[in-house]
């Protein structure tokens, strides 16, 4: 016997109410005026050169950017490769606008001295 189609039921409309709720931010941080902002390995490797005016190693670099307080390793037992990593990385990336230039093996100067 053939199925007979059973009727369906109507679904009722249903009403929907779209609430906001406030998200709470973190209150931004007022910027420390006692504290000098920390230089990137970077940035001080390029103060260093600034101050020096000839090229240098990377591990002389090092020496001074610690001497003079501009920079501390946060324990790495490599430093200065990595500096050379990230100058090599920035002369490559900025082409012709990078900081540094490479004047011999292991030797580095600002770009424009």
Do not use: C
């Amino acid at each position: 016997a053939p199925k007979k189609a059973t009727p369906k039921a109507e679904t009722p409309a249903v009403e929907t109410t779209i609430v906001t709720v406030p998200v709470e931010t973190k209150p931004n941080k007022a910027p420390q005026a006692d504290k000098p902002q920390k230089l990137s390995a970077l940035d001080a490797a390029a103060k260093i050169l600034a101050e020096e005016k000839e090229p240098l190693t990377t591990k002389e670099m090092m020496a001074a950017m610690v001497a003079k307080g501009y920079w501390t390793s946060p324990a790495g037992k490599t430093p200065h490769a990595t500096l050379y990593s990230v100058i090599l990385r920035e002369i490559q990336t900025k082409g012709t606008e990078a900081r540094f230039t490479k004047t011999d093996r292991g030797h580095f100067t600002l770009a424009g001295n």
